[in-house]
Structures are given as structure tokens and as C-alpha cells.
């Protein structure tokens, strides 16, 4: 009988259902629904709709049963860091609040000057300073006498808590917890010290479980609204970066990997996390991985740029010259947008993609546009120059990491594999292996989902280990090579240029 499974992929843009199954060493997926996921603003602050969220798990549950499939398990993940609180009766106390939230701007300062020493948090984690990481987002909740807070009785990381939502059991899954910035990786759990920094103890989490472990079945409510039966929820690497990396199709331990996104994250997989004053000062994160890795990687600010740069286009009622006439960019697809860009002068404007001013503004171009201004470059106007502007930047700030990486790798680095939606951007792609100096592998674009769907393959005991899931993903997907095409005095000239801009 053939073994289908349940993958619920949420993104902190869109998500979507899947089913899965493996048959003679191939992986074969059927997207069942996407959605939106969208950023409420309400009363100062920005949240997501976890009952929004909920609603779409059990519309695509519902359509997986009127399809007539018999599925076997059933995993869930999502970006990192937010949380849920659930009150003493067993209810969500509010919506979660979002990680682009401005609350924290300040409170990781504050909380280092005043709390734990930067070093000692670094030390005890491992884990890249971000102002929205878990750790900071609780504090400033805390200062802000935050009443969810003030009255949880557990605080569930969002793929825990849509879990729970399925089950009515309490997890902390490793990968996501990691992403927090409380995980202590030498004792696989989370720091007492740092928990307690900002008011609660570790019964306010859920018990700690690795990828693979099933951690209940289906209520008798979600059970009758779906029409299923007692489906196990398994606890996939929720963390989405966790479930990619773990789908990243590659031969041997000798690669790095750039899971392109809304982030790019980018980084290797290590047998234990890597933890000194080299890392601590350029800012690495050590993340749970599968099988007891680390994923010793970079936060970049990714296809974010891109995204809210097009939004604004098309709200503006922008147009693009293409195919010989004027359209709107709302009718412009991906590659004709970027094609465009391609005509533009390389290398013209250079910005830093991590600076802070990037992170949330209300208009995307016209931080881009000050950046530029105020660094004493050209300017970018049209939606191609834009749109240039930020991927010579990628491919810089690409270069920059991998660098880095090279420096901690215990083994070489001559093979990048790309991964995720920005794997099909092959201008990016040709313009980081340039960058770069190395062999660019893009694909699979939806490493998320696979990896989530061979992880409760992995549970179910159809595959052994990891690289055996990497070697049906490997056969099952179609990778595209970039190689370097000769230009790298350029690119060279470029980088040494991104380094005063952005020092």
C-alpha cells in the first residue's frame, strides 16, 4: 500500500499543503492548497492570524480526505523565533505578534547592557544576534507588562503550537526552539538562565523532541471536521530553514547551501556547533539540524528586498517596457522583471541587503533610494535599475559570508547548492557563482515541503538515514549548474567597492 504524507509549509509571505509519497526511490509531491499569510496591523503592533492559519490546515486536511487519500502522517513547518501563549484554559490568549514588529527596536541592547552580557548569551547559545529573536521579543513583552505573558501557562514556537492546535499535545521541537536564541546546543535544550531572564521557567515550554518524533494524533474534533481518522503529527524540523537544509540534494558533507527566500540563509552542516570569538564577532548562528547537526549558517536579508520593491510597483500602478510595449508591472512576470535589470549598468548602486533601514520601512524603494543617497552613489529610479541595485548586492553580500565560511569549513568548499523559491532566479544564481568563484547547483525550489515530507518518511522507518533521503531528493529533482563565467576581476573590483560602502 502505498504511504502518503501530509506536509503543511508556511512561509512568513504565503504557505501551502502538500501530499507526498516515495515509490522506487522517487519522490513524487501534489500541491492540495496555497494561501496567503498575511501581517495584521491592529493597535500599534503586527500579527498573524494563528486561526487563519489553522482554518487553511483543515481546509487542505478536508480536501486530502474528499480526494480520497489515506495519509499516513502529518508535519508542519514555519519560519522561526514567534510563539504562541496558551492560558490556563487551555485557550490562545491572542493572535501572535509578528517578528517584524518594532517592539524590539532598542530591547536587545537594553536587555545586553542591563540582563546577560552579549558575550555570556553568545557563549550560551551560539546563536546570531537578530533584534526579533525569540529571547528579545520576550523581554520587551516583559517590559511592555505584555498581559498574554504575564498569564501563559505555555509558550509554543508557532509550528508547536499549530500542532497542538491538531493534537492537544505541548512539543518543543529542537530545529525551531534553536532558532530562539534560549537553546543551550551543548545540553540540547533550553537555558534556565536565559528563560528566566525574562520571568519563566522551563515547564512554560513544551517537552523537548527531536525531528521525527511523533508527537500525537488528530483530536476527535479535528477528526470529525476533516473526515480523517487518528492521524500521527509527526514533529518534521519545523523550523523551515531545518526541513530545506535536511532536502539540500547533495553528494557528500563537502558543501555549502543557500536556502533563497525571503531570507537567504546561508551555511554549512557541522557535526557540533561552532562556538568561539571568530564566530562570535562576525555574528554566526548555530541552528539544530537533523540527526544531531548544526547548521552553522548566516541570517541575510533575502528576495524580502525584491518582493516589497515589486508590491510597491505594482500599488503605484507602475509600468514596464517589455516585449515591445509599455504593460503594467502588475502583468510583468518574474523573469521579465528581472530581465530588465540585466540591461542596466552592473554594479552602479551597492547597498548593505542586513542594514537595519531595510527592514521594515513603509516604502522599500525610498530606503533604497536614502541608501544610495547618503553613501554618495548613483541613485536608482526605474524598477530595472532597482531591481540591479539589489541583486549585484546579494550576490556581494554572498560572496562576503561564503568567505567567512571558508574560514570555519574543516573540509573544502567548491560546490554551492541554492534552494527555494530564489533557486529559479537565474540571474542571481549566474551572478553569485561569478561572485563567488564556484559551481552554483540550483534546486529543488520546494526543498521545504520535501524535506518536511522525507523527515516523516524517516519516522515511518521507509528511509535509513539522511543520505538516503538526499539521494531519492538527488533523483528526483532536476538541478541547474552555474559556473563561473571568467569575470571575476570584476566582481573582485565590485566586492572590494561593497566593503567601503558598507564598512
Not at 530545529?175 to 533550553?190: N, Y
Not at 532536476?478 to 572590494?496: C, I, K, L, R, S
Request: charged share 20%; glycine share 8%.
Amino acid at each position: 500500500m502505498k504511504e502518503y504524507f501530509f506536509a503543511v509549509d508556511l512561509g512568513a509571505t504565503s504557505g501551502r499543503t502538500i501530499v507526498g509519497s516515495i515509490a522506487d526511490g522517487h519522490l513524487e509531491q501534489e500541491e492540495i492548497t496555497r494561501f496567503p499569510n498575511n501581517l495584521i496591523e491592529t493597535g500599534g503592533h503586527f500579527y498573524w492570524d494563528i486561526y487563519a492559519l489553522y482554518f487553511e490546515m483543515i481546509r487542505g486536511l478536508k480536501e486530502v480526505a474528499r480526494r480520497g487519500y489515506q495519509i499516513t502522517s502529518i508535519g508542519i513547518d514555519t519560519w522561526g523565533v514567534d510563539f504562541v501563549f496558551i492560558g490556563d484554559d487551555d485557550a490562545i490568549l491572542r493572535n501572535p505578534m509578528a517578528y517584524r514588529d518594532p517592539h524590539t527596536f532598542g530591547r536587545m541592547e537594553e536587555y545586553m547592557d542591563h540582563v546577560v552580557s552579549r558575550r555570556e548569551v553568545y557563549d550560551i547559545t551560539g546563536i546570531q544576534f537578530m533584534n526579533f529573536n525569540s529571547l528579545f521579543q520576550l523581554y520587551a513583552m516583559r517590559q511592555a507588562s505584555n498581559t498574554a505573558l504575564q498569564h501563559c501557562k505555555k509558550v509554543l514556537f508557532v509550528p508547536d503550537a499549530l500542532s497542538w492546535m491538531l493534537t492537544g499535545e505541548a512539543v518543543c521541537e529542537y530545529t525551531i526552539a534553536s532558532t530562539s536564541q534560549m537553546l543551550d546546543p551543548r545540553t540540547g535544550d533550553l537555558s534556565e538562565k536565559l528563560i528566566e531572564s525574562v520571568g519563566l521557567k522551563r515547564h512554560h515550554f513544551g517537552r523537548m523532541v527531536q525531528p521525527g518524533t511523533q508527537i500525537g494524533v488528530l483530536t476527535a474534533e479535528v477528526q470529525k471536521m476533516t473526515g480523517l481518522g487518528p492521524v500521527p503529527v509527526i514533529a518534521v524540523a519545523g523550523h523551515d530553514t531545518g526541513a530545506a537544509v535536511a532536502a539540500v540534494p547533495a553528494k557528500n558533507e563537502q558543501f555549502a547551501y543557500l536556502s533563497s527566500g525571503t531570507w537567504s540563509l546561508m551555511g554549512i552542516e557541522t557535526q557540533k556547533a561552532i562556538i568561539n570569538d571568530r564566530s562570535y564577532d562576525l555574528n554566526f548562528t548555530n541552528e539544530g539540524g537533523i540527526e544531531g547537526t548544526t547548521r552553522f549558517l548566516k541570517n541575510i536579508c533575502g528576495m524580502w528586498l525584491y518582493e516589497r520593491c515589486r508590491k510597491e510597483w505594482i500599488s503605484r500602478g507602475e509600468r514596464l517596457e517589455v516585449r515591445g510595449e509599455s504593460i503594467p508591472l502588475s502583468d510583468v512576470s518574474h523573469p521579465e522583471l528581472q530581465g530588465s535589470a540585466m540591461q542596466v549598468e552592473a554594479f552602479r548602486s551597492i547597498i548593505n541587503p542586513d542594514d537595519k533601514a531595510f527592514a521594515n520601512p513603509s516604502s522599500m524603494i525610498e530606503a533604497i533610494q536614502s541608501y544610495c543617497r547618503e553613501t554618495g552613489q548613483a541613485v536608482p529610479e526605474t524598477p530595472a535599475e532597482i531591481c540591479r541595485c539589489i541583486f549585484d548586492s546579494l550576490a556581494l553580500r554572498y560572496k562576503q559570508v561564503f568567505q567567512w565560511l571558508k574560514e570555519f569549513a574543516d573540509f573544502d568548499l567548491n560546490v554551492l547548492h541554492v534552494i527555494g523559491g530564489g533557486s529559479l532566479n537565474k540571474y542571481l544564481n549566474q551572478f553569485t557563482a561569478d561572485a563567488l568563484g564556484v559551481e552554483v547547483l540550483a534546486g529543488p525550489q520546494e526543498c521545504t515541503a520535501i524535506g518536511n515530507i522525507m523527515l516523516q518518511a524517516k519516522a515511518l522507518g521507509l528511509v535509513n538515514d539522511i543520505w538516503q533521503m538526499r539521494k531519492i531528493i538527488a533523483n528526483s529533482v532536476e538541478m541547474v549548474a552555474y559556473h563561473p563565467t571568467g569575470n571575476q576581476a570584476a566582481w573582485d573590483q565590485a566586492f572590494e567597492r561593497y566593503l567601503e560602502i558598507t564598512k
